[in-house]
């Protein structure tokens, strides 16, 4: 493993989870919410992570998996793979109180509304910093699934890059507006917010250690199917909802076969 393949799948963790600060400036600098773009947005990023772990993350794994436990086996092994991956992201999401829940759609209007000073509460302040805990809970197998496409493919990498960089935008804006309200503080709104995304690169280095230390077939192939399960997951419990909460259904769909087609024709330009 070339320590420069290393370094570039590092970087692009770090570059996907800290653009929840790109969230946290909107909610802090913008005076209204473009809701038809970040609605386009997410779901063009989801159309990404759908598109890509289907046809491209889960055949690999399966490829991966048969040369070494044969047809029968190693498709059966990629299966519990895929729902393992799925089940791991769920159990996360469960264990998130619904209060704290990072998934909240919350606009940029919601900050203009009042003044702080008139808002402040310490329950506030908790929901934030628990909605930080939260996202960088749901952060940590994003991280790995960031860190470990890009060692296999650079170009696949940064494509999920680009999706989760999108899909952190709207969690960066739900931890900036309640510290907002309970400090009158948009620096440290801005901070903690930034912050929340560093468990991305925190999953990377599990990542690096998981292939470093146990590196085999076997386990490149598991672990990449886990990845897909976890990006289908995150697409359909998070993405697409959020999107349709942002703005028209429509758009969001419009947004998630855009996304399926841009990939489909880089996948297709790179073969």
């Known amino acids: 493993m070339e320590s420069t393949t290393v370094l570039i799948a590092f970087g692009l ?19 209204r919410t473009n809701t038809r773009f970040l609605s386009a947005a997410l779901g063009f990023s989801a159309g990404v992570m759908i598109y890509v772990s289907f046809v491209e993350i889960l055949g690999k794994a399966r ?5 070494i436990w044969g047809v029968r086996t190693g498709n059966w092994l990629t299966l519990a793979a895929f729902f393992s991956g799925i089940l791991l992201i769920a159990v996360i999401d469960r264990l998130v109180p619904n209060v704290e829940n990072p998934h909240e759609v919350h606009r940029v209007e919601e900050i203009k509304t009042d003044s702080p000073k008139r808002r402040e509460d310490p329950r506030l302040m908790r929901m934030g910093l628990m909605t930080a805990l939260a996202i960088a809970i749901h952060n940590f197998p994003e991280g790995i699934a960031t860190f470990t496409s890009a060692l296999s493919d650079l170009s696949l990498g940064i494509a999920i890059t680009f999706a989760i960089a999108i899909h952190n935008i709207p969690e960066g804006i739900a931890v900036s507006v309640p510290i907002y309200f309970a400090t009158g503080n948009r620096r440290k709104a801005f901070r903690l917010s930034f912050l929340s995304g560093l468990a991305e690169p925190l999953g990377a ?17 598991f672990l990449f199917a886990a990845v897909a399960g976890i990006m289908v997951f995150i697409s359909l419990d998070e993405l697409l909802p959020a999107a349709r909460e942002y ?6 769909i419009y947004g998630l076969v855009a996304g399926m087609a841009v990939m489909a024709m880089s996948l297709q330009l790179f073969l």
Do not use: Q, W
Request: with cysteine.
């Open 13 to 31: 963790t770090v570059v996907a989870g800290l653009s929840t600060g790109i969230g946290s400036a909107m909610a802090l600098l913008c005076k």
């Open 63 to 67: 490829e991966s998996l048969i040369e």
């Open 205 to 221: 280095v599990v990542g690096y250690i998981l292939f470093l230390t146990f590196f085999s077939d076997t386990i490149f192939g």
């Open 247 to 252: 703005g028209e259904h429509h758009v969001a």
